[in-house]
């Protein structure tokens, strides 16, 4: 226990105070949240995602963190973890929310989103809501990195510029991109 309460406590030095991150500001004029499930710290460190299912009306078919739109009244990190428990059966009792990363703001949908990377289990068995999510996806923050690109995607007509990652085949960009470069930068002096 003592060396699991000194790697958590390593983690949170790295990342900033949940409710400091909230007060950060970013584009955005709708408040969402998600949780960034991170297993296996320090040692072998992994993140899970979720693939939406490609019939929905947002986001569909897309590779993101557990998370969503915050309801009336609701803190962040209640967004977050209640987001969790719906789209994946993780309970919040099975999460330790060690920190937070900066709310990142999405153009097209125009979300304020606030990351919360909470640690779990290692062996931890998800349990896909059907009606929204297609596959719960695990990758190690190495095979992450290895994969990383910057490439030009045609988003609605529009060329970007962004940074990807793959995870089982499937590429992760935008929002989802910019969390997990963000979670590699303030990670990178712990990671060598």
Same mark, same amino acid.
């Given at each position: 226990?003592?060396? +699991?309460?000194? +790697?958590? +406590?390593? !983690?949170?030095?790295?990342?900033?105070?949940?409710?400091?991150?909230?007060?950060?500001?970013?584009?955005? &004029?709708?408040?969402?949240?998600?949780?960034? *499930?991170?297993?296996?710290? #320090?040692?072998? #460190?992994?993140?899970?995602?979720?693939?939406?299912?490609?019939?929905?009306?947002?986001? =569909?078919?897309?590779?993101?963190?557990? &998370?969503?739109?915050?309801?009336?009244?609701?803190?962040?990190?209640?967004?977050?973890?209640?987001? =969790?428990?719906?789209?994946?059966?993780?309970?919040?009792?099975?999460?330790?929310?060690?920190?937070?990363? #900066?709310?990142?703001?999405?153009?097209?949908?125009? @979300?304020?989103?606030?990351?919360?990377?909470?640690?779990?289990?290692?062996?931890?068995?998800?349990?896909?809501?059907?009606?929204?999510?297609?596959?719960? !996806?695990?990758? +190690?923050?190495?095979? !992450?990195?290895?994969? @990383?690109?910057?490439?030009?995607?045609?988003?609605?007509?529009? *060329?970007?510029?962004?940074?990807? @990652?793959?995870? =089982?085949?499937?590429?992760?960009? &935008? =929002?989802?991109?910019?969390?997990?470069?963000?979670?590699?930068?303030?990670?990178?002096?712990?990671?060598?």
């Amino acid at each position: 226990m003592a060396e +699991s309460s000194r +790697s958590s +406590s390593d !983690l949170r030095s790295l990342l900033l105070d949940p409710e400091e991150a909230e007060r950060l500001d970013a584009h955005g &004029g709708t408040d969402a949240a998600v949780l960034v *499930p991170m297993h296996g710290w #320090p040692d072998n #460190p992994g993140l899970v995602f979720t693939e939406r299912r490609s019939d929905l009306n947002r986001h =569909a078919g897309e590779i993101s963190f557990p &998370g969503g739109r915050r309801d009336e009244g609701e803190e962040l990190i209640d967004t977050a973890l209640r987001e =969790a428990e719906e789209e994946i059966g993780l309970s919040p009792e099975n999460v330790e929310v060690v920190g937070a990363l #900066p709310p990142i703001g999405t153009f097209v949908t125009n @979300y304020k989103v606030h990351p919360f990377v909470g640690l779990i289990d290692e062996d931890m068995r998800f349990e896909p809501n059907p009606t929204e999510v297609e596959s719960v !996806l695990v990758a +190690s923050l190495d095979d !992450l990195a290895a994969v @990383y690109e910057k490439r030009r995607l045609v988003r609605r007509g529009v *060329p970007i510029k962004t940074d990807t @990652y793959l995870v =089982a085949d499937k590429l992760i960009w &935008g =929002a989802t991109a910019r969390i997990l470069a963000e979670l590699f930068h303030r990670l990178d002096r712990r990671l060598r």
